[in-house]
């Protein structure tokens, strides 16, 4: 990820197990350097974004990537972390949420304000935007 | 402690923190200093360090000034819970990891 930022979005699909958070924390990083974020801004990426996939792994450990994009556009870096969910009839729960510290979109909101979460059948979509610059 | 504290690690955390409180050591002071990165699942394994050890009597607290992980726990509200140390010898309450 040393290319300049360029128009057009940075995407990763990660199968969905908790060892490769650290991937999709590196990948987020990269991205938002990039684009211009400020390194607080980079810190609390790496955090929300794998916030947004440690709640997919929690739920599954089978099926379809967890698909990570990032879409700089000159003031904002668009943020859309796609979890397609558990197929019909498979996969288990890996560990429940833990219930005394807030994570997930809780902690996303915290970080950058404005999240949308939305559930569409097993499919789950989590979008948010890194502010650029200072 | 060091490398990174997230949903594919923190159970190490977790049975570490275990095993010393079921050894008689209710009194932990958790080194931070050299983690990289932690999330919610990390902070949760703390907090839960942190009631194990208050129901024996004992304590939980941190050495860290990782800017990473004090954000995380100013955000989540938890640096009122559980106590942070900017060095160990700051931390000379509950001695680390040694027999309460």
Known sequence: MTEPPAPGTFTVRVPPVPEHLTTVRLFAAAVARAAGCSEEVVEDARVAVSEACAQACRER???????????????????????????????????????????GAELIEALFGDVVVRVDGAATTVRFALPLGE | MGGEIDLATAPRLREEIVRLVDAGRDRLLVDLEGVEFMDST?????????????????????????????RLLAITGLDGVLAVHADASEASAPPPVSPG
């Open chain 2, 42 to 70: 990390g902070l949760g394994v703390l907090v839960a360090g942190l009631k194990h050890t208050r129901e024996r009597g004992g304590d939980l607290a941190l050495v860290c000034r990782r800017p990473q992980v004090l």
């Open chain 1, 61 to 103: 450990d089978s099926g379809g990537p967890i698909e990570v994009s990032l879409t700089p556009d000159g003031e904002r870096v668009a943020v859309v972390v796609r979890d397609p969910g558990l197929p019909a009839g498979g996969g288990r729960p890996v560990a429940g949420p833990d219930e005394d510290v807030i994570g």
